[in-house]
Nanobody, 124 residues
Framework: QVQLVESGGGLVQAGGSLRLSCAAS????????MGWFRQAPGKEREFVAA????????YYADSVKGRFTISRDNAKNTLYLQMNSLKPEDTAVYSC?????????????????WGQGTQVTVSS
């Protein structure tokens, strides 16, 4: 199994930045494509960003493209999400997820392992 623990969430003003981290343990981190998802109150979970096993390719939801950057450090078994120009509509619980698939997916059902999530609140 893979254990995932997110950190870095918090309260920030609109226009500000946050960097989320997702620490992985258990199995070989570089064997998993990774994704970030978020869920706002009363809404379904939605895809934010994904990255391939090597980190060579990344994918983003249109709503965050140009503002968020996903990256990973396989030597440190850690996934990151740099969030800039934050907006109130980015407020949600952000969760990282891992899939053994070669290509990451924007569908949450494709991911086998999930972290507990970290709250991000953006004030206007």
């Amino acid at each position: 199994q893979v254990q995932l623990v997110e950190s870095g969430g918090g309260l920030v003003q609109a226009g500000g930045s946050l960097r989320l981290s997702c620490a992985a343990s258990g199995r070989t981190f570089s064997n998993y494509a990774m994704g970030w998802f978020r869920q706002a109150p009363g809404k379904e979970r939605e895809f934010v960003a994904a990255i391939t096993r090597s980190g060579g390719s990344t994918y983003y939801a249109d709503s965050v493209k140009g503002r968020f950057t996903i990256s990973r450090d396989n030597a440190k078994n850690t996934l990151y999400l740099q969030m800039n120009s934050l907006k109130p509509e980015d407020t949600a619980v952000y969760s990282c997820a891992a899939t053994p698939r070669i290509s990451p997916s924007s569908t949450d059902a494709s991911y086998d392992y999930w972290g507990q999530g970290t709250q991000v609140t953006v004030s206007s």
